[in-house]
């Protein structure tokens, strides 16, 4: 079963054989596509040419755009990633609030937001840019280390949050917190529907690269 076909079990709550895999990768792309972070965030082609070599080597069934280099590159990658990995599902990247980028990320097709929230950050207009998503119907996953995003997703109309540790009885679509570090999951989910795999943030270059295609194999490979 292929990515996109997954994320849209996942949106309806519809139980799975497997939860998708949406590793957020940022810096650690470029260290495996050995491309400057100054070029792939710059350049759509090269970020969607390194994300589809990123995308195979991590056996990612979600592929996310606009982690290094915005909004306006992200939209600008995903035709591009679209044409390469038509089986994969697409994820876009947005700033908490940024309203226009969430339009942008709809219109060009993605399949699945990633809205990020830091610490000190506010979170005026989460509502509106909920409501602009839905427009689209693209679902909202609120990525807010160091925060309760549990609660301030579904306070503010998101479609879930990424959490460290799942219990599995969180509201909305949920994503679980692996650690980038190692292959350190049982590959048991704490459910079998609204949940998929995920880093608590995006990825960096000190990331253990073998260990996560090992990682990878095991969350999709053998629960194909």
Not at 41 to 66: C, E, M, N, R
Request: aromatic fraction near 4%.
């Amino acid at each position: 079963m292929d990515g996109r076909t997954l994320v849209r079990l996942m949106t309806a709550g519809t139980e799975m054989a497997r939860p998708p895999y949406a590793p957020l990768v940022g810096e650690l792309a470029c260290a495996m596509g050995q491309v400057p972070v100054g070029a792939f965030a710059a350049d759509p082609h090269i970020q969607a040419t390194v994300l589809a070599q990123v995308a195979a080597a991590l056996s990612a069934d979600v592929i996310t755009v606009g982690v290094l280099g915005g909004v306006s590159v992200g939209v600008e990658t995903v035709p591009r990633l679209r044409a390469v990995r038509a089986d994969a599902a697409l994820g876009g990247w947005v700033d908490a609030g940024d309203v226009a980028g969430t339009r942008a990320y709809g219109e060009a097709g993605v399949d699945l937001l990633f809205v990020s929230l830091a610490v000190n950050d506010q979170d005026r207009r989460l509502r509106t840019q909920a409501n602009a998503a839905a427009f689209y119907g693209v679902p909202t996953i609120l990525v807010a280390p160091g925060r309760d995003a549990v609660v301030t997703a579904a306070a503010n109309g998101l479609s879930g949050a990424v959490v460290a540790e799942p219990k599995g009885d969180e509201p909305g679509i949920v994503g679980a917190g692996l650690r980038p570090g190692a292959a350190d999951t049982s590959g048991e989910p704490p459910r079998r529907h609204s949940f998929f795999w995920t880093f608590a943030a995006p990825a960096g270059a000190e990331a253990a690269v073998d260990d996560l295609a090992a990682l990878g194999r095991d969350l999709v490979g053998s629960r194909a």
